[in-house]
C-alpha cells in the first residue's frame, strides 16, 4: 500500500478553492482514486481542523454549500482514509514535540499529531503548505513537501 499523507491545510486549500493548489489537488485526488493500491490518509483530528471555509471565516457566516464540500470530502472520496488518534500517535507526537524543543524548535501539538501519524501508518509523502512543516527535519519513513502532480509521482 502506498499511503500520502494530507496534513489539515491540503483540504483547507481544496475547500477554499486556492488558486494554484486547487488545480494540484484536484488532479492528485483523481490520480490515487484511479490507482489501485494508493490512498490519501490523514489524522481524524484533521476533520475538526477543517470546520469551516476562509469566506465563512471572514464573514463570520457560515455557508450550507461550504459544509457540504467539506463533507464530501470525508464521504465522497473512497481514496481518503481518515486514521483514528490513539495512545500510541499521542506519545510519539509528545516526543516529537520534545525533540523540537532540544533542538530549538517549536512544534504545535497539532502539527506533532499530524507528523506523528504519518509516521505511525507508514505513509511514502507528507503534503503540505505549512512553511513550519516544511523545514521540519523529519527522520523517518516519509519526505516533505507540497503537493505536486509529476509522471513518476505514484508507484503503477
Known amino acids: 500500500m502506498y499511503l500520502i499523507y494530507w496534513d489539515a ?4 486549500s481544496y475547500i477554499n ?6 488545480e494540484v489537488i484536484s488532479q492528485l485526488l483523481t490520480d490515487v482514486a484511479s490507482r489501485e493500491g494508493t490512498k490519501i490518509v490523514t489524522s481524524a483530528m484533521t476533520k475538526v ?3 469551516y471555509g476562509s469566506a465563512e471565516k471572514c ?5 450550507p454549500a461550504t459544509e457540504d464540500a467539506i463533507e464530501s ?5 473512497e481514496c481518503i482514509v481518515t486514521v483514528e ?19 530549538g524548535r517549536k512544534l504545535r501539538p497539532m502539527d506533532a499529531i499530524h ?9 511514502k509523502e507528507f503534503h503540505t503548505y505549512d512553511p513550519r512543516i ?13 503537493p505536486f502532480v509529476g509522471q513518476s509521482r505514484l508507484p503503477l
Open 85 to 103: 488518534f490513539h495512545d500510541a500517535i499521542a506519545l510519539d507526537a509528545r516526543g516529537l514535540m520534545r525533540k523540537a524543543i532540544e533542538e
Open 73 to 77: 470530502l470525508w464521504d465522497g472520496y
Open 49 to 51: 481542523e477543517v470546520a
Open 59 to 63: 464573514g463570520r457566516a457560515l455557508d
Open 134 to 146: 516544511l523545514k521540519y527535519p523529519v527522520a523517518g519513513s516519509y519526505k516533505i513537501s507540497e
Open 9 to 12: 491545510c491540503v483540504f483547507l
Open 17 to 22: 478553492g486556492e488558486h494554484g493548489r486547487v
Open 115 to 123: 507528523l506523528a501519524t504519518a509516521a505511525w501508518v507508514g505513509a
